[in-house]
Each structure stands twice: as C-alpha cells, then as structure tokens.
C-alpha cells in the first residue's frame, strides 16, 4: 500500500536559516510527487511538483525539492527563510485508483519561522 | 477566475442532523474528490468520483455519501452526524494531466 511520511510534526526555525522539511514515501508503482502548502485559515496551495524530467524541481518563492528515487524520497528545502513562509506544508504523491488517480498525503509539518 | 467553491465556509451543527456541503467547479474536470483534514493526520480520502454518474469510496466513507449528478457539482452529505466528524472539509479536483485544484474548504462543528 503506498504511504507518505512526515517525520516532523513541527520545524522551529529562526528567519534568514535554512530549512529542510523530510517527506518519504512508499509506493510499488511509479508515483507523482506534490508539495502544498496551508497558510493559516487557507485551503491548500500546490508550492511545487516532480512529474518527470529533472529530479530537482523549484517554486516561484525559493523553494526546492528534490526526487530522490533510491532513498524514496521528497525533500524540501529553502536556503534562505523568511517570517511569512511559517504555514503548514504537505507532502503528497499522486498514485493509480481505479483508473484515476488520488492523493495520498502526509501528516504535515508546521514550519515556524521566529524573528 | 475558475477554481472550486465551497459552501458554507463554516457550520456549526447539532448531533443526529443532517447537512450538505456543497462543492461546485467551473473548469469542466472529470475527477472530483472530497478529504477531510484533522490535526496530525493530514488529509484522508472520504470519497470520490472520476467522472459524472459515477462516485466510489476512499479511506474514510462511513457517515458520508456524495452523488455526481453532473460535472460541476459535487456535494457531500452527513446523514446523521456525530461529534467526531467535525473537521475541515475540503473539495479538489484533477485536469486530465495530474494537476489538483483544491477549495477553500468548510469548517465543520458537530455539538
């Protein structure tokens, strides 16, 4: 069965540091690989995805994530932080349901980004 | 601008009532999904439909039925609900390529 997991539930993390939030996932079958991120009393936005092609994918404001299929992973990092990246973020990978597809998505982790 | 609507954007319902929440989407997709998201759990599938006149279910369905009468709508009913699906609910729907549209969600409080 396939699963995504979010070792941490909660990243503290001073402004101007570096972040890295784990996402690790088990699948039999080729699997599409999503971050969103939840701002506070918001819905879920799509930060970044890896379909296929390069295994390092980037967003619009900094951040990046890289496929890493032997480590089954699908980590996401930021150089750099800044107070109004604190949300919630979700890992997600996209897998076959009868003949569709669905999201299977992580626990979360709650970035907290302090002055 | 196209998207997914949610209604209402928040209720506060009694036990043993029950309620719609309605989903309703302009970019003509096919698949259609309802999660439901609770601290420390994410979101989990409730149920879902690929294409209109068809629904199936996913990792949460009990106490929850939906129907897909046409493209754009897909509500979510709660025929008797109880305290333990209070929660956030949100609607998403996928283009034919793997792009999710989420809403904005319904914040549901069952008393």
């Known amino acids: 069965a396939q699963s995504v997991t979010q070792l941490d539930s909660q990243v503290p993390v001073f402004e101007e540091a570096p972040v890295e939030l784990r996402c690790n996932y088990s699948?039999?079958?080729?699997?599409?690989l999503f971050w969103y991120v939840q701002y506070p009393n918001q819905g879920l936005q799509l930060l970044l995805k890896y379909l296929s092609g390069s295994t390092l994918v980037e967003s619009i404001n900094g951040f990046e994530a890289e496929f890493n299929k032997s480590q089954t992973s699908f980590h996401l990092r930021k150089p750099s932080v800044h107070i109004s990246d604190t949300a919630e973020y979700f890992c997600a990978v996209s897998v076959p349901m009868d003949s569709s597809y669905k999201l299977i998505f992580g626990s979360g982790t709650r970035l907290l980004v302090r002055p | 601008t196209a998207g997914i609507t949610q209604a209402p954007t928040s209720q506060i319902l009694a036990a043993g009532r029950s309620m719609t929440l309605r989903c309703t989407q302009d970019?003509?997709?096919?698949?259609m999904y309802w999660y439901r998201q609770d601290l420390g759990l994410g979101l989990r599938l409730i149920h879902y439909?690929?294409?209109?006149?068809?629904?199936g279910k996913g990792e949460v369905p009990d106490g929850y039925s939906v129907s897909r009468a046409n493209t754009d709508d897909f509500p979510l009913t709660l025929a008797s609900a109880v305290p333990s699906q209070t929660s956030v609910y949100f609607c998403?729907?996928?283009?034919?390529?793997?792009?999710?549209?989420f809403g904005s969600g319904t914040r549901l409080t069952v008393v």
């Open positions: 439909s690929n294409t209109a006149g068809t629904t």
């Open positions: 970019m003509r997709h096919n698949a």
């Open positions: 998403a729907s996928r283009d034919s390529g793997y792009g999710y549209t």
């Open positions: 699948s039999s079958v080729s699997v599409y």
